[in-house]
């Protein structure tokens, strides 16, 4: 009991107490307690014992006491307030945070390489085992169909098309990750899509994050990225700016599938969920099952509704003519939206609204 003080362990356990558990902290936690054990077994025939061991373990006791209490929170608040700098996004560096995290990640952007074919692998694996420790995941991107797309595009010194593209790539991959999840981690990822320009960007992991600005031409990712405490002012400005466009945005599941009732004129009801697609304002709406139903029915008897729709009164169902210009332009939409071809489209025929 006379050797080397183990003050320095007992911080160490002080500062695994104040952190969010992990499966490694405890494993080391388990190693360093058999360790103590054995120690202090080997040390039982040491003169005075019991004395020897309840002076060493007051001392320590002290010493955690201190640790914790008073030395602890004085450095994690000068913590918060540091800033560090990245020259650039790591988007391998910061999958390996969403694997350690155990209570939120969430993600703000125009579009990311994040969900590329170079990293989002990585990404997903560290989500599924973040969900599977309960953390939820928000992303947020966003909207192909918004005019801040333009404006970013205009921004950029790109197209807007391209910018376009490369969301509803993200999207595509988003999507069928999320169809791979088990019933207890996919209720955890949520995707958004927000229609106005969020002018930062985000990447959180429990309570640190990476902000970003989108400047004029340079992707944010490639510029300076600064690492902050989330309860910094920094960090507390722009998770304000996240949940404003949060509550504000619509479920990636909304852009991807319509929800259609059809009614006929025997007042029968008949449920679909549709792809679609708008061109020049319209909306066409494709599905087997759909085109199946139609040709059972007589179009001028049936009504369409649904949450999506501009109009709340029902809409005209019109089959478009699948020789037609415009059924070719939807072909082109349509690919370039889902990765997949449709062969027939159906127009949902918004009222005509009379005015004196």
């Known amino acids: 009991m006379n050797g080397r003080s183990p003050i320095p362990r007992l911080r ?9 558990r992990r499966p490694q ?3 080391v936690l388990v190693l360093l307690a058999a360790c103590a054990a054995v120690l202090l077994w080997f040390a039982r025939s040491v003169g005075k014992y019991g004395e020897n061991l309840a002076l060493n373990l007051g001392t320590d006791l002290v010493g955690v006491v201190i640790t914790v209490f008073v030395i602890g929170p004085l450095i994690s608040r000068a913590q918060e307030g540091r800033v560090r700098e990245h020259t650039r996004l790591d988007y391998e560096w910061f999958s390996g945070q969403v694997h350690g995290a ?6 703000l952007d125009t579009f990311s390489n994040l969900f590329g074919p170079q ?6 694996r560290g989500i599924k085992t973040a969900t599977a420790h309960g953390t939820r995941v928000q992303i947020l991107l966003l909207d192909p169909d918004s005019l ?5 595009g205009r921004e950029l010194g790109e197209r807007s098309a391209d910018i376009r593209r490369d969301i509803l790539r993200n999207l595509r991959t988003l999507h069928r990750f999320a169809q791979r999840l088990d019933e207890n981690s996919r209720p955890l990822l949520e995707v958004r899509l927000c229609s106005t320009s969020p002018g ?3 990447y959180r992991w429990d309570e640190r994050c990476l902000v970003s600005f989108l400047t004029v031409g340079r992707l944010s990712g490639e510029g300076v990225q600064l690492e902050v405490a989330v309860r910094s002012p920094l960090g507390t400005f722009v998770e304000q700016r996240f949940d404003e466009l949060w509550q504000q945005s619509r479920r ?3 852009f991807t599938h319509l929800p259609v009732t059809l009614v006929d004129a025997a007042a029968a009801r008949r449920e679909f969920s549709c792809r679609f697609v708008l061109v020049d304002d319209c909306l066409y709406v494709a599905g087997a099952d759909l085109v199946t139903y139609l040709a059972r029915h007589r179009l001028d008897e049936l009504s369409a509704y649904s949450e999506g729709l501009t109009h709340d009164e029902a809409h005209q169902v019109v089959v478009v003519d699948d020789e037609s210009e415009l059924h070719t332009r939807l072909i082109q939409h349509f690919v370039e939206k889902y990765d997949a071809s449709a062969t027939a489209f159906v127009e949902l025929r918004p009222p005509v609204l009379i005015t004196e």
Do not use: H, Y
């Not at 160490?12 to 969010?20: F, N, S, Y």
């Not at 155990?102 to 993600?107: G, H, I």
């Open 25 to 27: 902290s405890l494993t």
């Open 252 to 254: 990636m599941e909304r």
């Open 12 to 20: 160490w356990l002080a500062r695994t107490l104040r952190t969010p």
């Open 119 to 124: 990293f989002s692998e990585r990404l997903f």
């Open 102 to 107: 155990t209570s939120s990640v969430k993600v």
């Open 200 to 202: 930062v960007t985000l």
């Open 148 to 152: 801040a797309v333009i404006l970013r």
